[in-house]
């Protein structure tokens, strides 16, 4: 294919798109088929001779929109959003054209800097102290790796970085119950161990108790352990739990151990003055992570980390061998120092374009529909007979039940075999429970009280 032919096709993708958009709401949400149906309709082997592009995308229409759960769709209140407004679908295709390597500023100088400005724009739409800089992840997973690894390294005074963790002492990570399995992926590849992410106990309110904290701590200090950090949630993937800042934050600085806090969802919500209570208190925290690419409508994939200070990360993360040198210019940032691969994206674009062609009031409307209309959600399942709200909404987000587990299970596969909503679990005090969020871009209230719809209609046949 020729960039002239290019042209063509992207005409082509792009009125496909539209009418892919338009036509959500008649498709089934989750995808209705079986493992291994698609990979028994493709090849084995790769042809040898080229093909035509107008077999391949006949192909592509034929093979991928049936497969797929459309994590557009306006009634998707699975796991936590995706959102990819248009927008931000613009500006990837941009990205994509320009097809740079973001890993120094030279190699990109406009992506280093936008990057920049937008992590400052963002900053300050989330309310957060103008001492923060940042960075954009792939992913909320890579952005705590980052910190984690920090954590491990400043802990032994950096000898790790040269010998490893041989002959030291067992460090010690603590964050909750309700934090994020990416915690526990990151306690594991930083070579701390599983067994040394120490879940501390919770509040009523599912937090963590700051005296819990405190206590594991000193026991683990009096055991020879070396606490190295604290990881804080707002907005728990499970229930949306979220943890005492201030209070946590205060102990760990007492016991001078590095804190990152996990809001890859609930982050996006703090661009409303209103729901800032969630994280009170964390402008003292030396690393933030919240995403983007979840409830904000920048498209996967985008997770940015502030950083109070980003030279203990640099030092954790930032290698400079001599093909990486930028001659001349030893104090100008380069963005892949501060990060676990090398080479990045341009993952700024599509942030400036979602920021400019929403505002933020745009963006500020629509999250406080999703919380209303979750809460309004809430109270209309709460009336369905059977029904029992396990968690409270959260921001968007809240649990039920019906019956007992067995027919909650059974209710969830009903639901997401019908497809006008798409549902899923998690297990809450060892009950097994539904979970709603409310967060896709395009929703209305409607799509959203289709849900409450649904189950009644199903569970009165259950
Ligand atoms: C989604 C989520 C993550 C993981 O995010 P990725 O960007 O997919 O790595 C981590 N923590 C919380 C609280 C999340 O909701």
Not at 60 to 82: D, L
Not at 105 to 120: F, K, L, R
Not at 195 to 209: C, E, F, I, Q, S
Request: aromatic share 8%; glycine share 8%; with cysteine.
């Amino acid at each position: 294919m020729t960039h002239d032919e290019l042209l063509e096709w992207s005409r082509r993708a792009a009125e496909w798109a539209l009418d892919y958009h338009n036509g959500l709401r008649d498709r089934p949400v989750r995808a209705q088929v079986a493992y291994g149906d698609t990979a028994a309709k493709l090849p084995a082997v790769a042809p040898d001779a080229p093909e035509p592009m107008e077999q391949i995308f006949a192909d592509f229409e034929a093979t991928v929109p049936n497969a797929i759960t459309h994590w557009q769709h306006p009634r998707f209140f699975a796991y936590f959003p995706a959102n990819a407004s248009p927008a931000s679908m613009l500006a990837e295709q941009l990205t994509s054209a320009i097809a740079a390597q973001a890993m120094l500023w030279q190699t990109s100088p406009a992506a280093t800097e936008i990057e920049q400005v937008m992590v400052g724009w963002l900053r300050a739409a989330l309310g957060l102290s103008d001492h923060f800089t940042g960075t954009i992840h792939d992913s909320a997973t890579t952005a705590t790796l980052s910190a984690v690894l920090t954590m491990r390294d400043r802990a032994t005074g950096w000898r790790s970085v040269e010998d490893g963790l041989f002959g030291g002492p067992r460090l010690r990570i603590y964050a909750s119950a309700q934090t994020h399995s990416s915690v526990d992926k990151a306690a594991r590849v930083a070579g701390i161990g599983q067994a040394n992410l120490v879940k501390v106990p919770t509040r009523a309110d599912y937090g963590m108790d700051p005296d819990a904290l405190d206590a594991a701590i000193r026991a683990d200090i009096a055991a020879g352990h070396k606490p190295a950090g604290v990881v804080l949630c707002t907005g728990g993937t499970s229930i949306g739990a979220c943890d005492p800042i201030t209070e946590c934050l205060a102990v760990a600085k007492r016991h001078d151990l590095y804190t990152h806090v996990d809001a890859a969802w609930a982050g996006s919500a703090m661009i409303c003055a209103e729901f800032r209570d969630l994280w009170g208190g964390v402008d003292r925290a030396d690393s933030v992570v919240f995403n983007p690419h979840k409830w904000l409508g920048v498209q996967f994939d985008c997770a940015v980390q502030f950083l109070a200070d980003p030279a203990p990360q640099i030092r954790s993360l930032g290698l400079r061998p001599e093909y990486l040198q930028t001659l001349g210019q030893d104090e100008i940032v380069n963005f892949n120092e501060w990060t676990v691969p090398l080479g990045r994206r341009f993952r700024a674009l599509k942030v400036w374009f979602v920021l400019r062609a929403y505002g933020l009031d745009g963006l500020r409307q629509r999250i406080r529909n999703h919380v209303a209309w979750a809460g309004e959600l809430a109270e209309a399942i709460k009336q369905i007979e059977g029904c029992e709200i396990v968690t409270g909404p959260i921001l968007s987000l809240f649990t039920f039940q019906f019956g007992d587990d067995a027919k909650t299970e059974a209710l969830l596969e009903r639901i997401n075999d019908d497809g006008r909503v798409y549902l899923t679990q998690t297990r809450h005090e060892g009950r097994f429970v539904i979970r709603v969020q409310v967060g896709q871009f395009d929703c209305t209230r409607d799509d959203v009280m289709t849900v409450a719809e649904v189950v009644s209609q199903i569970s009165r046949n259950l």
